[in-house]
Nanobody, 126 residues
């Protein structure tokens, strides 16, 4: 069992930056991959980035490559999403997710993750 709590969302102008955090509690954080997904209004939840349990492998959706960086601090049981050069199209609710299935490779599909946070709103104004 894992509990995930996101924070760090807010309103920012286009071109600005935000850092999202996801604090995990419960099962040992060091043992599972983590991911970030976003969901815009009336759209499906889609992949943004993911990271292996060690932090050695990261994966990104093409539209955020070079702008977003996923990282984790296993000592703090926290995963981060640094978002730079934000665009209005990045406006969405951002969710972190945990994969406790035993996989080592961080997934890009929603179905790879079995625990989700409640989400944090990111709004980018033009």
């Amino acid at each position: 069992q894992v509990q995930l709590v996101e924070s760090g969302g807010g309103l920012v102008q286009a071109g600005g930056s935000l850092r999202l955090s996801c604090a995990a509690s419960g099962r040992s954080f060091i043992s599972y991959p983590m991911g970030w997904f976003l969901q815009a209004p009336v759209k499906a939840r889609v992949f943004v980035a993911s990271i292996s349990w060690s932090g050695g492998t990261t994966r990104y959706e093409d539209s955020v490559k070079g702008r977003f960086t996923i990282s984790r601090d296993n000592a703090k049981n926290t995963v981060y999403l640094q978002m730079n050069s934000l665009k209005p199209d990045d406006t969405a609710v951002y969710y972190c997710a945990a994969d406790l299935s035993g996989r080592n490779v961080p997934g890009i599909l929603k179905g790879s993750y079995n625990y989700w946070g409640q989400g944090t709103q990111v709004t980018v104004s033009s």
